[in-house]
């Protein structure tokens, strides 16, 4: 199973916006509404911020949102805070492989 | 207040075994699809199996198949992942998942570490 594609470092300032990509093929990202994306600071368990490309769970900020456009996913922050500064991994629906779904690589994002 | 809480991690050497569990407590485990996750020191996510409510349907990634058994116990609360003919390679922190998504995870545990080393 081929990992999604995902930018390895980001970084802004806070109060700025910042977009992370995901990109994947139609088989994946493409072919599905099914890409969630995944919050984790270090030592902790990963945290879902976005599903289904562009729903938030309860208790997430409305700064973060999802998008969708062709192969490739994004996730905006828009108005960073310190507390932002984690990794940040997307996932996708593939129906390809018997375990149906394949992470991101993952994008280690600094808050400046 | 959902929790999952993983146990059973720890040092064992190549070609050894190792079983985890994952007890759940603040939902009804037998209504969800459940995950087993795990992270390489410094490296990124992998998605390892998932199960069916029932136990009816598992499925694995590929690096596992064979070795790698998931199972649950919906009476004790509680998930499961076997681990036979162990490698260096498979030394990460395991985390089990809530499978409340397509193809995605709402809750997760806090980890277990397996090294595999001698």
């Known amino acids: 199973q081929s990992a999604l594609t995902q930018p390895a470092s980001m970084s802004g300032s806070p109060g700025q916006s910042i977009t992370i990509s995901c990109t994947g093929t139609?088989?994946?990202?493409?072919?599905?509404?099914?890409v969630s994306w995944y919050q984790q600071h270090p030592g902790k368990a990963p945290k879902l911020m976005i599903y289904?490309?562009?729903n938030r769970p309860s208790g997430v900020p409305d700064r973060f949102s999802g998008s969708k456009s062709g192969n490739t996913a994004s996730l905006t922050i828009s108005g960073l805070h310190a507390e932002d500064e984690a990794d940040y991994y997307c996932?996708?629906?593939?129906?390809?492989?018997?375990?149906?779904?394949?992470f991101g690589g993952g994008t280690k994002l600094t808050v400046l | 207040e959902v929790q999952l809480v993983e146990s059973g991690g720890g040092l064992v050497q190549p070609g050894g075994s190792l079983r985890l569990s994952c007890e759940v407590s603040?939902?009804?485990?037998?209504?969800?699809?459940m995950s087993w996750v795990r992270q390489a020191p410094g490296k990124g996510l992998e998605w390892v199996a998932n199960?069916?409510?029932?136990?009816?349907?598992?499925y694995y990634v590929d690096s596992v198949k064979g070795r790698f058994t998931i199972s649950r116990d919906n009476g004790k609360n509680s998930l499961y992942l076997q681990m036979n003919s162990l490698r260096a390679e498979d030394t990460a922190v395991y985390y089990c998942?809530?499978?409340?998504?397509?193809?995605?995870?709402?809750?997760w545990g806090q980890g277990t570490l397996v090294t595999v080393s001698s």
């Open positions: 289904e490309v562009s």
């Open positions: 998942a809530r499978d409340a998504l397509v193809a995605g995870s709402d809750y």
């Open positions: 139609s088989s994946d990202v493409g072919g599905y509404n099914y």
């Open positions: 996932s996708s629906y593939t129906p390809n492989t018997a375990l149906d779904r394949v």
């Open positions: 199960i069916k409510q029932d136990g009816s349907e598992r």
């Open positions: 603040g939902f009804t485990l037998s209504s969800y699809w």
